[in-house]
């Protein structure tokens, strides 16, 4: 079983549209985040949350919108999707009060035409 | 957290121990060194951490100064499967919902 699953792995829509990753962790953790890797391969956290909470938001856009349903899932919409938002999307989580390692899913690459 | 810096890229044989550096010379005492790497097109994989001892596991060992202002990711028998880019992380405990901040990494190339 894959310990943290997101879905879909590609994603290629126009400018302009709504979308949306999904993530799921079955690993029992209580944080989960989401990263962005750009074309310059530079991979950058974007949400943080522990049990449904939000704990970081980096100065991302509003049009991104995290969601946490339970402490297992954490999805991301995109709204107005822009050429700029072409990049691959990581979910990963961890133990808040563990040592520090993340785990990662495989990738989300959306492409915004 | 503190900075690191690596090299941007390094070869090494198949079957060689790849030793890769990092320096973080401003680190502070409460924070640990993690290594973590990314084989091309996947999600970034942990490797090992540590904070002021040497550590192994089943994937690497990690040798860290004394005075912990550099550490040294050794992969014992390096294999084709090992390329991959090769981050080092420096952060406070990894309690907390803070996430890790990734640098550029260094792209181990394994030559057959």
């Known amino acids: 079983d894959t310990a943290v699953s997101q879905t879909p792995k590609y994603l290629v829509t126009q400018m302009g549209n709504d979308k949306s990753i999904k993530c799921e962790q079955n690993?029992?953790?209580?944080?989960m985040y989401w990263y962005k890797q750009d074309s310059k391969k530079f991979l950058k956290i974007m949400f943080s949350?522990?049990?449904?909470?939000?704990?970081i938001n980096e100065t991302v856009p509003n049009r991104f919108s995290p969601k946490s349903p339970d402490k297992a899932h954490l999805n991301l919409h995109i709204n107005s999707l822009e050429l700029g938002d072409s990049a691959v999307y990581f979910c990963?989580?961890?133990?808040?009060?563990?040592?520090?390692?993340?785990?990662f899913g495989e990738g989300s690459r959306l492409t915004v035409l | 957290d503190a900075k690191t810096t690596q090299p941007t890229s390094m070869d090494c044989a198949e079957g060689r121990a790849a030793n890769l550096p990092c320096n973080h010379s401003?680190?502070?005492?409460?924070?640990?060194v993690y290594w973590y790497r990314q084989i091309h097109s996947q999600g970034p994989q942990y490797i090992i951490h540590?904070?002021?001892n040497n550590e192994t596991n089943e994937m690497a060992s990690l040798i860290i100064t004394e005075d912990r202002k550099s550490s040294t990711l050794i992969l014992p028998h390096a294999t084709l499967r090992d390329t991959a880019v090769y981050y080092c992380?420096?952060?406070?405990?990894?309690?907390?919902?803070?996430?890790?901040?990734f640098g550029k990494g260094t792209h181990l190339i394994i030559q057959p």
């Open positions: 540590g904070l002021k």
């Open positions: 949350y522990n049990n449904k909470e939000l704990i």
């Open positions: 992380i420096v952060r406070v405990s990894g309690g907390g919902a803070d996430g890790l901040t």
């Open positions: 990963a989580s961890k133990w808040r009060g563990g040592p520090g390692e993340l785990f």
């Open positions: 401003t680190i502070s005492g409460n924070e640990y």
């Open positions: 690993l029992g953790h209580d944080t």
